[in-house]
């Protein structure tokens, strides 16, 4: 039977719950420091959560609504650079304040995993200098292993590429690991590189298609304190609001 080695997780919507309250309202505040006229509102930037990638994600919107930037593609993608720059040193504030707190249950199942001897790693499309900040603030005490961020690969979620590199970092075969995520891009991006995954579900994403996802929650839940619930679960599962790594060894390896 397979043995759980490795839990690699997202980071936006499955440990901060940050789209919402944290990157929009950075863009936001970039939009109106650059003298942009627009605004993303909650719905809008819902809709362009389905584009991974924060420059990903301002260039589909300045083209689907023909904002016009420099006119040469290449001082374009500068400008989109330079915006991102600023948007992540805004949001990398809002993580240092503390407004932002842990989504519950993820360092508390963290924490068990290290203590089981597992590899924890954080795989996300999210910026580095970001990561860092949620890992260096929030999680400096659990001893995460390894943070793959960013532009670390070309091809950013669904893709499976940032797996792949996660398992060919830590050596592991894809029986051997499993995933966090709470989006339908993150869960085909784990699918692809044929990792088992949970999904927990936020604002954002509690009404996309999650269903390959072996088992759904809404949080993973902390004992006295915020409890999940479950959504769906591919075999049985003795669920009481809190989902432990003991659980999840043993639902995956059997």
């Given at each position: 039977?397979?043995?759980?080695?490795?839990?690699?997780?997202d980071?936006?919507?499955?440990?901060i719950?940050?789209?919402?309250?944290?990157?929009?309202?950075?863009?936001?505040q970039?939009?109106?420091?650059?003298?942009?006229?627009?605004?993303?509102?909650?719905?809008?930037?819902?809709?362009?959560?389905?584009?991974?990638?924060?420059?990903?994600?301002?260039?589909?919107?300045?083209?689907?609504?023909?904002?016009?930037?420099?006119?040469?593609?290449?001082?374009?993608?500068?400008?989109?650079?330079?915006l991102?720059?600023?948007?992540?040193?805004?949001?990398?504030?809002?993580?240092?304040?503390?407004?932002?707190?842990?989504r519950?249950?993820?360092?508390?199942?963290?924490?068990?995993a290290?203590?089981r001897?597992?590899?924890v790693?954080?795989?996300?499309?999210?910026?580095?200098?970001?990561?860092?900040?949620?890992?260096?603030?929030?999680l400096?005490?659990?001893?995460?292993?390894?943070?793959?961020?960013g532009?670390?690969?070309?091809?950013?979620?669904?893709?499976?590429?940032?797996?792949?590199?996660?398992?060919?970092?830590?050596?592991?075969?894809?029986?051997n690991?499993?995933?966090?995520?709470?989006?339908?891009?993150?869960?085909?991006?784990?699918?692809?590189?044929?990792?088992p995954?949970?999904?927990?579900?936020?604002i954002?994403?509690?009404?996309?298609?999650?269903?390959?996802?072996?088992?759904?929650?809404?949080s993973?839940?902390?004992?006295?304190?915020?409890?999940?619930?479950?959504k769906?679960?591919?075999r049985p599962?003795d669920?009481?609001?809190?989902?432990?790594?003991?659980?999840?060894?043993d639902?995956?390896?059997?």
């Amino acid at each position: 039977m397979p043995e759980i080695k490795a839990i690699f997780f997202d980071q936006d919507g499955v440990i901060i719950d940050t789209e919402k309250d944290g990157h929009r309202v950075a863009f936001n505040q970039t939009f109106d420091d650059y003298g942009f006229g627009f605004q993303w509102d909650v719905e809008e930037y819902g809709r362009l959560l389905k584009i991974s990638g924060g420059k990903e994600r301002m260039r589909h919107y300045f083209q689907e609504n023909d904002v016009v930037l420099q006119g040469v593609p290449e001082k374009d993608d500068a400008l989109i650079l330079e915006l991102h720059k600023h948007k992540t040193a805004l949001f990398v504030k809002l993580i240092e304040s503390g407004k932002l707190p842990l989504r519950g249950g993820v360092k508390r199942l963290m924490l068990e995993a290290k203590e089981r001897g597992l590899v924890v790693g954080i795989c996300t499309t999210s910026n580095e200098r970001s990561a860092n900040a949620v890992l260096n603030t929030m999680l400096s005490d659990v001893g995460i292993d390894f943070v793959l961020a960013g532009d670390v690969v070309k091809k950013k979620k669904p893709q499976p590429d940032i797996y792949l590199l996660a398992l060919e970092k830590t050596g592991l075969s894809p029986e051997n690991c499993m995933v966090v995520e709470d989006s339908r891009n993150g869960l085909l991006a784990a699918i692809g590189a044929g990792l088992p995954a949970v999904a927990t579900t936020n604002i954002y994403t509690e009404n996309e298609d999650l269903s390959e996802a072996e088992i759904i929650v809404s949080s993973l839940g902390d004992p006295g304190a915020e409890k999940g619930t479950l959504k769906a679960s591919k075999r049985p599962l003795d669920f009481d609001g809190v989902l432990t790594v003991d659980q999840l060894v043993d639902y995956f390896g059997g």
